[in-house]
């Protein structure tokens, strides 16, 4: 089970791995059948925060 301090701005998944964007600027990948955080990373462009609010997995 996995829970979060900030809202989601965006979700996809692929196989197994459930991506969800946070309006923190967190970047997290859950195993789909747990919740099982797999890695999870900031975002930045030229060194400033930014809020993904999209994703596409291809």
Known sequence: MF????????????EDTVCVAFNSGELVALRASDGTVLWRQRR??????????SLTLT
């Open 3 to 14: 829970t979060a301090d900030f809202p989601a701005t965006a979700l996809d998944g692929y």
């Open 44 to 53: 930045d462009v030229g060194g400033r925060p930014v809020v993904p609010l």
